[in-house]
């Protein structure tokens, strides 16, 4: 897709179905690569996301849901019966027709599939990740478990830490630490980017795993709970103190 009907696509989505704020744009990179990682809050979290930052991005995306064999099954489990609540038959007609439009769509903007608890075909996401990476592009992950309880109070489930792999891949390629970015989306119509944090190729492979993990994860859920709970001064200061 062409980078005019992407912002002409993107900015439609904004306007009508998101129109929220950005805030600590000062945050983001002047030039990539970069991986921004975020919440997904129920649909709207993408949308969110795409509609608000002023960069062209590329999502890793459920591999099923740019299969056109699978997508169907995928949204009526996923979204249809999950957000819309609708039941069958029902839900497997809608959960039809939306795999009709979403699955050209989402191939058209550059979604890169991922296999979970498929070791062999991370590989591949990898590949067409650092594809990407190596155009100076950026990425954007949504990391959650959509398998595990959500917390109560954010609405955000836990990680998974396969993004971090992302870093290992573009250190052994470049000798270069890539930047990963948290990114909390709130209900208020706020989208949040917070202070980078740089791939650490001196940790060991699973520790460095586990800690980027956690402070991607602490870094969104603080500054969604202080949008929550917080002043807009106080929500703007936190972008740039979390690290």
């Not at 921004?36 to 993408?46: T, W, Y």
């Not at 109560?152 to 836990?158: D, H, S, V």
Request: hydrophobic share 45%; glycine share 6%.
């Amino acid at each position: 897709m062409r980078d005019g009907l992407y912002q002409f696509i993107i900015s439609t989505l904004d306007l009508f179905l998101w129109g929220g704020k950005l805030v600590g744009e000062d945050n983001l990179p002047v030039r990539g690569p970069a991986v921004f990682i975020a919440n997904h809050h129920e649909a709207l979290g993408p949308i969110a996301v795409y509609g608000s930052m002023p960069l062209r991005l590329y999502t890793w995306s459920v591999a099923d849901m740019v299969d056109k064999e699978k997508a169907a099954a995928y949204l009526q489990w996923d979204f249809v019966e999950r957000t819309l609540h609708l039941n069958p038959p029902l839900s497997a007609w809608v959960a039809r027709a939306l795999s009709n439009f979403s699955v050209p769509f989402l191939r058209s903007l550059g979604c890169i599939p991922v296999y979970k608890g498929d070791y062999d075909r991370m590989a591949d996401t990898l590949k067409l990740s650092m594809d990407v990476l190596r155009q100076g592009k950026f990425l954007l992950v949504f990391p959650e478990d959509n398998l595990l309880a959500k917390d109560p109070e954010t609405r955000i489930a836990a990680f998974q830490r396969s993004f971090v792999r992302l870093g290992e891949v573009y250190y052994a390629e470049t000798g270069k630490r890539l930047e990963f970015y948290p990114v909390a989306v709130h209900p208020k119509g706020l989208v949040m980017v917070g202070t980078p944090v740089a791939f650490d190729p001196l940790n060991r492979v699973g520790l460095e795993r586990s800690r980027l993990k956690d402070i991607m994860e602490k870094s969104v859920r603080a500054m969604y709970l202080q949008a929550e709970h917080g002043s807009a001064s106080e929500v703007a200061a936190l972008t740039v103190q979390h690290k």
